[in-house]
């Protein structure tokens, strides 16, 4: 029997985008279906801070865009944060268990068939372009992630 878990991210944390990720990629070497359906916060988990853009923004999805973090590694922690240096004792703590960054579940995540989906209403939002995040990225509706939750075994909300 096949089964399919869906992940709706909705954090911008660091740790929490951690959990996620930890999770969808247990699940897709388990041959588990993923499917991942980014909303508000959870798209800059996907951005790629190669391929920023202001063309075609207004001054408020200008200045959003400047103030908000660019990639994976940008994202602040949900508790203990201290102005970033909660997040680079935790980074160290990691690099001293040697295990893997945000990045590098982000990257397996893609290597393994993860689906990204990203939410068309928070996108337009938000002022963020499908060119803006990376190219696995599929922009879609709510009733898209709704019809994929109905046929899983897991969704989880992070």
Known sequence: MDKKMTLLMFSG???KALAA??????????NIEVSIFFAFWGLFILRNPEHGTMEDKTNFEKMFGALTPKGPEDLPLSKMNFSGLGKQMLLEMMRDDEAPRLIDFVEGARKK?????????SMEIMGLKQE???PELEVVTAETFIQEALESDIQLFI
């Open 13 to 15: 944390d660091y740790d």
């Open 21 to 30: 990720f930890i999770l969808a990629n247990s699940a897709r070497e388990m």
């Open 113 to 121: 068939g993860v689906k990204f989906y990203g939410c068309k209403l």
């Open 132 to 134: 803006e995040l990376i």
